[in-house]
């Protein structure tokens, strides 16, 4: 139900853009998040926005380097991500909440998540 893309390989200080598409006929009432998981590390939260008015929520770790945003009508949320770390180099997924519920101060959880996309790699090199 949703399908991400974008991911690849790029240089430290380079950057990419992630897309992921729904499906779905409830995007336009749906949280969507971002999320990543590195290799032998827990899925770690990294953006989410929300349906009701539009506000993105950043992890610290990419405060002022990505920007999250939605598109209803194309059913489609993206992430640019500027100034790429060799941190960053994760698997990438885009997560769905529930239809028509603000997921408020429990969006940074991905077990409040319903749909998950399968996953797109980005790898940054030093």
């Known amino acids: 139900q949703l399908q991400a893309s974008g991911g690849g390989t790029v240089q430290a200080g380079g950057s990419l853009r992630l897309s992921c598409t729904s499906s779905?006929?409830?995007?336009?009432?749906?949280?969507m998040g971002w999320f990543r998981q590195a290799p032998g590390k827990e899925r770690e939260f990294i953006a989410r926005?929300?349906?009701?008015?539009?506000?993105?929520n950043y992890a610290e770790s990419v405060k002022g380097r990505f920007t999250i945003s939605r598109d209803n009508a194309k059913n489609t949320v993206s992430l640019q991500m500027n100034s790429l770390k060799p941190e960053d180099t994760a698997v990438y997924y885009c997560?769905?909440?529930?239809?028509?519920?603000?997921?408020?101060?429990?969006?940074?959880?991905?077990?409040?998540?319903?749909?998950w996309g399968q996953g797109t790699q980005v790898t940054v090199s030093s």
């Open positions: 779905g006929r409830t995007f336009s009432r749906t949280d």
């Open positions: 926005i929300r349906w009701t008015n539009g506000f993105p």
């Open positions: 997560a769905a909440g529930p239809a028509g519920i603000d997921l408020s101060y429990v969006g940074s959880s991905g077990a409040n998540y319903d749909y």
